[in-house]
């Protein structure tokens, strides 16, 4: 006797699975972030980049900046990398509304980036990692 083929609804999988895998993947990253002391050695990996050069990349200081920022110190957070509060900000208000859109299947206006936003956001990088390793800028870095 063969048991009855159940019908996999793929579209419920798509709109609750996946959003829901996304939320808890970044949940967990986000409290192991904020529960882990990032200036305590061998809490987080160091960074290769500066490890292999003594120059500091564009992402140095990030974990402690985020961890700041989790615990309400946007100064600290500042202090540590400025483009924490500056790009991650903004990419977590887009998750969100995507993840509502996702999950509730409301239309919501799409975020789109620009081909203009896509040049400056890779020049902005690229001479905030040059600006942070020069002399007299040391406040731009960790």
Known sequence: MTAPHRVVNHAFLRHWFVP???VTALAVATAYTAARNPYEAGAFPSCAFYSASGWYCPGCGGLRAAHELLHGDVVASL????LV???VVPLVLAGTTWW???VTGLKVPELRMTTA??????IFLGAFWVVRNLPGLEFLRP
């Open 20 to 22: 829901a895998g996304v």
């Open 79 to 82: 202090a540590m990398n400025p």
């Open 85 to 87: 509060l500056l790009l």
């Open 100 to 102: 509502l859109a996702r």
């Open 117 to 122: 936003q896509a040049w400056v956001l890779p």
